[in-house]
């Protein structure tokens, strides 16, 4: 009978300027432009579309994943295989696009404004935690599903998102301060 209250997750409550300051830290690998990879299952379907995207935007793949040294290894793809919390942001941070099956690397890609695609199963259960922030900030067209062929579109506008993001961000840390 009670109210739930839904707050961003706590990576969305940290501004881009404040994580820009926290990336510029590393020693921001790779160099260049690039299409950032980050993956939590293996998919055949992003690597297709990175492959696609690289000869559009003519820049090299790099791949961020769990256990990437066991993973398949794909020509054109490089896995990185060390980067910890300040790499990780700096990857994101300098993308030139994102393709991804997480929703921290969803999170990201929108709080930073990097032209993203999240890829996600129709079959997987937990797909709302990034549909639903999608939808939320009016970039549900930013999803592929697996099971459908789609054309890719470089372009987004965050403008809506920023705007968005901005007030839930506001008024998920009203209600933190409150409840604390």
Known sequence: GEKAIQVLDPTLLISKEEWGKIAGRSNEFPNG????????????????????LKQQLNCKVYRVCKRAFSNTSYKGVINLLDAGPLEYISLFKNATFVLTTSFHGTAFSVNFNIPFYAVLRP??????????????????????????????????????????????????????????
């Not at 690039?34 to 696609?52: G, R, V």
């Not at 997987?124 to 970039?139: V, Y």
């Not at 890719?152 to 604390?180: C, G, M, P, R, T």
Request: no cysteine; glycine share 2%.
């Open 33 to 52: 432009q690039y299409i950032l990879l980050y993956k939590l299952h293996e998919s055949e379907i992003l690597i297709n579309y990175a492959l696609q």
């Open 123 to 180: 079959e997987k259960a937990n797909n709302s935690r990034i549909t639903d922030f999608l939808e939320n900030m009016g970039l549900s067209e930013r999803i592929i599903w697996e099971d459908k062929k789609e054309k890719l579109n470089y372009n987004v506008d965050f403008s809506y998102a920023n705007k968005k993001l901005e007030e839930e961000k506001n008024a998920s840390i009203e209600y933190l301060n409150k409840a604390i």
